[in-house]
């Protein structure tokens, strides 16, 4: 159980265009959401935290308007990279808690992001 | 100094040895620990979860809370090249719906055949 997918696994496009990606929890609702950014051989950067049907809460230094999170549904989270550029290169992951329980957080695969 | 310390490796033994990971805290707040593994462009997966102090096996792994000295273990036994992957502590203060978990920066461990 607690398995989180995401969607794509990977993607690649131009500077300037907008990137969505998908998180969701298969087969349990997840009132939480996190998205983590993840630089390579560094630790996972917490960037907002997204409970169903209220607005993310970003941490200090992420800019809102840039990465835009929505959480429609109890197994549904989107992360749109808006006007992408180079620097926005990275391993973006996202990870769910269930609604009772442990303090846990399940992890998607992570999606890797090209900005040329 | 950052509330979570990991000595980020990276840590090589050969086959069937005894690996030990550890980390440090400063917040004596958390109460909650945990430890993932992340392969390689993957996302992290749980592998040990405890409250408090004490310890908890399961398998191969054991995880040890010391609160007192705020030091957190995991050994695994019988190590295999499967093994091989960044080990991340991680740890928050009080359950709750929207409680960060704050990880440590990761060890790599690679387990020589």
């Known amino acids: 159980g607690a398995v989180v997918s995401q969607h794509p696994s990977r993607v690649i496009c131009k500077s300037g265009t907008s990137v969505k990606i998908e998180c969701r929890s298969l087969?349990?609702?997840?009132?939480?959401m996190f998205w983590y950014r993840q630089f390579p051989k560094k630790s996972l950067m917490l960037m907002a935290t997204s409970n169903e049907g209220s607005k993310a809460t970003y941490e200090q230094g992420v800019e809102k308007d840039k990465f835009l999170i929505n959480h429609a549904s109890l197994t549904l989270s989107t992360l749109t990279v808006t006007s992408a550029h180079p620097e926005d290169s990275s391993f973006y992951i996202c990870?769910?808690?269930?609604?009772?329980?442990?303090?846990?957080?399940?992890f998607g695969p992570g999606t890797r992001l090209t900005v040329l | 100094q950052k509330e979570v310390e990991q000595d980020p490796g990276p840590l090589s033994v050969p086959e069937g040895a005894i690996v030990s990971l550890n980390c440090t805290y400063s917040n004596s707040a958390f109460q909650y620990f945990m430890w993932y593994r992340q392969y390689s462009r993957k996302g992290p997966e749980l592998l040990m979860y405890t409250y408090s102090s004490g310890n908890k096996e399961d398998g191969r792994f054991t995880a040890q809370v010391d609160k007192s000295s705020k030091y957190i273990s995991l050994f695994i036994r019988d190590s295999q090249p499967s093994d091989s992957a960044t080990y991340l502590c991680?740890?928050?203060?009080?359950?709750?719906?929207?409680?960060?978990?704050?990880f440590g920066s990761g060890t790599r461990l690679s387990i020589r055949p």
């Open positions: 990870s769910a808690k269930t609604s009772a329980g442990t303090d846990t957080q399940y």
């Open positions: 991680a740890m928050s203060g009080q359950y709750s719906s929207a409680s960060k978990i704050i």
């Open positions: 087969d349990f609702q997840a009132t939480t």
